[in-house]
């Protein structure tokens, strides 16, 4: 079986250490040392639609600032085929079919879509009930990774609800039209379990554009600093022990910070461990863990944010790749929708079979 790989983001602003730890490192990695066939990224502006329909500018303007940060981590036009998703057009179709196979109350219990509804505050009235298109996300969702028979996805962990709707969608589609035609995927996570689901700054248990509590792959050095300091920690005295348990200065560490780190800015320890230990016994303030988490952040998105700025003088160039890539990746969605519609029995005329049947019963 070929080995593709599909991923994306929704463009609703510019992507975060969040995305960066969670996904985006896993992809780069994928893209180097992985074998694959084909790797495919997909700018979601249509399911960045689902709650900003009010605001489609607003998605217009930061399909370009993901694209920036793509190539800004390390992502290589010469090996990823990157395309809009909204420019596909076996998507939607292919949407409106898998959406026969999947319940509402299936879709609505989907921990990710429970999650996000409650962040978005919808259902709590009937004018601000839950859009058609939101609660349709997971089926959507499916159509992207069916489409291009991608069975690796590298994604965060909350993400996972999403691939096992779609490896049900799969079982449920060959089952029912006795073929093998869409293939089935697994999730790649990132090795080190604490970036599956980055805090916000704030302690909210995710880093979320839309809770405004992210530090930005293309924030500058003093904006950094600053949401940094910003961090709350807990309140004690110098002496006292540090608590580890829920403290977010050490979550970002054990997130970003290696052993080369403590070397170049901490070396009075040797790794995290034993920065951890002497935390613990008191007498080490949040400042200056702070103070250390603002260097290995430095030295992490400095040349991420020097790569996006080179990037950014050559956007003509950018914007023939993903003009490229859509092409390609449209020609690969629509022969897996011809099977899909072969499968089902309704390509009334791409042959003569249909009209030897009409035909054949009426005459």
Request: aromatic share 8%; charged share 25%; glycine share 6%.
């Amino acid at each position: 079986m070929k080995n593709i790989i599909l991923t994306g983001d929704r463009p609703t602003g510019n992507l975060h250490v969040g995305h960066y730890v969670g996904s985006l490192r896993t992809r780069v990695e994928m893209q180097n040392n992985s074998n694959y066939d084909k790797f495919i990224v997909l700018i979601a502006d249509a399911q960045a639609l689902t709650d900003n329909s009010g605001n489609p500018q607003k998605v217009r303007d930061n399909v370009m600032e993901v694209m920036l940060d793509y190539i800004a981590v390390g992502l290589d036009p010469k090996k990823v085929i990157f395309a809009i998703q909204s420019e596909i057009t076996a998507l939607p179709e292919l949407t409106a079919y898998y959406m026969n196979l999947v319940t509402l109350p299936r879709v609505l219990r989907n921990p990710t879509v429970k999650s996000e509804v409650k962040m978005r505050g919808y259902g709590k009235s009937e004018e601000c009930g839950i859009p058609v298109g939101f609660a349709n996300y997971p089926i959507s969702q499916a159509a992207d990774i069916t489409a291009f028979k991608a069975n690796l996805i590298p994604v965060g962990e909350d993400q996972e609800p999403m691939l096992e709707q779609t490896r049900e969608i799969v079982k449920s589609f060959n089952r029912i039209y006795g073929k093998e035609v869409l293939v089935s995927c697994k999730s790649c996570l990132p090795e080190n379990e604490i970036c599956n689901r980055l805090p916000g700054l704030d302690g909210n248990a995710k880093m979320s554009k839309s809770l405004n509590n992210c530090i930005y792959l293309s924030d500058s050095p003093e904006i950094i600093k600053k949401k940094v300091n910003s961090i709350a920690t807990f309140p004690r005295a110098l002496e006292e022990p540090g608590i580890l348990e829920n403290n977010i200065l050490f979550t970002y560490l054990e997130a970003f910070a290696n052993d080369e780190h403590f070397v170049k800015y901490y070396p009075e320890f040797k790794n995290l461990d034993e920065l951890k230990k002497a935390y613990q016994q008191g007498g080490l303030g949040d400042g200056r863990i702070k103070k250390f988490l603002n260097d290995v952040l430095q030295d992490v998105l400095l040349p991420i944010r020097t790569k996006r700025e080179e990037a950014a003088k050559n956007i003509k160039y950018l914007l023939d790749v993903l003009k490229e890539g859509t092409k390609e990746a449209n020609a690969i969605a629509n022969q897996t929708l011809a099977e899909v519609k072969e499968a089902m029995g309704i390509n009334y005329f791409v042959d003569n079979k249909f009209e030897e049947e009409v035909l054949k019963k009426y005459n």
